[in-house]
């Protein structure tokens, strides 16, 4: 029978950090990203801790961007990895204002930094011209394809109308231009957007899409949707519904159909949910689920507040990961530990 066994957890990095991924290295080594400062608000910068165990212990690296002032920039980035080895870190740079009664997102800009030595020194930023206005929501990392090609994955933040359009921004040589864009979800005037994505190539050529779906014209949560694309990013075959009531979906392939799904559920007990789902085109089966981390809190979303409001009191989210050696998979995600918002790594053992 299908199942999944925790291993063992413990913690990344605990300096009031959120939104981790992970890139595994040719020589073993894990690179984990994370924003600092803010939790998961992310008013700080980009850093970076290293593991040569598999990821049971992780040592502070660095700085991947820091955070400017005058004006006052933030940046949350993301990490992926090219087959030769360059580690990309991916995500918005936002320009923030401080006025009397809050600090506002004036405006934000796509970038992505590079490493060529495995994670140790990074470039400055370049700014990918997308073709669509921000502000944007960026939480997947650039997916590089099997031909080459790197996808930027974005969302639309505008004037409350949040994810009415997500797109990837295609480069055919290595970032050094931009000239294509390809629609993922896209609301068809309903009211319906597409937040928090994430994509993943699952065999040459065909790529996965999730989101969290949300009706922001009535302000409530939907059932988290897929997508599957057979030509590479640029055509996309849903939405198709998955049946499950979360948010934040994080793909990790597993071979054929089979896949390793960790989602965030935020109402009644909340927790992060693993499941073994087969997903082919509109058809998606969930084989196994359990709790990967156990909040131990309750909210529920009523009238007397808003999903925007429930959003500031949650404690925990944004689960990636990697599949390691054979049946062996490490998660991260951040959550607030004796007040303080931290990465937490677990090990999962596969059986399937």
Known sequence: MPHIEILESGHVDRQDSAFATLVRLDNGDIVCGFSRGGGHYALGDTHCARSSDGGRTWTYQGVILERETDPNKTNHLRLSRTREGVILAYGQRDVRQYTQDSLTTTSSEPVVCRSTDGGWTWTDPAVIPFQIEGPYEISNPIVVTDDGRWLAPAATLHDGRYGELVIVQESGDEGATWPEMHTVFQDPGTGVGYLEQKLIECQPGRLIALAWVQDFANDTDLKNAYSFSADGGRSWDGPHPTGIQGQTMTPIWLGDDRFLMLYNKRFGDQSIQMCLVRAAESSWEVEFEDVL????????????ISSQEQIRL??????????????????????????VSCIRWTRLKVSW
């Open 293 to 304: 981390f156990d909040s131990r809190a309750r909210l529920e979303l009523t009238d007397e």
């Open 314 to 339: 949650i404690e925990f989210g944004y689960p990636m990961g990697v599949r390691l050696d054979g049946d062996t998979a490490l998660t991260v995600h951040w959550c607030v530990e004796e007040g």
